[in-house]
């Protein structure tokens, strides 16, 4: 890993993070419902924060590059 980058165990938080804000967000719009625009909105920001990171914090994880 980068020496100046996060270490294993914050990218490890980080992805539990946004998988937990993920399962929160899917489970809440399962239950209510998208009810207008401004719902529809904070779903599709909210998906964005929470995917893009689990995305980067699992890409990182598995990266071959990493320090013995």
Aim: positive net charge; without cysteine.
């Amino acid at each position: 890993m980068s020496r100046f980058g996060p270490t294993r165990s914050e990218l490890k938080l980080r992805l539990a993070i946004s998988l937990g804000g993920l399962a929160l967000l899917v489970g809440a719009y399962a239950t209510n419902g998208i009810g207008g625009i401004a719902s529809l909105e904070i779903a599709i920001i909210g998906g964005a924060f929470f995917g893009g990171s689990a995305i980067w914090s699992a890409r990182r994880l598995l990266s071959k590059d990493d320090d013995p």
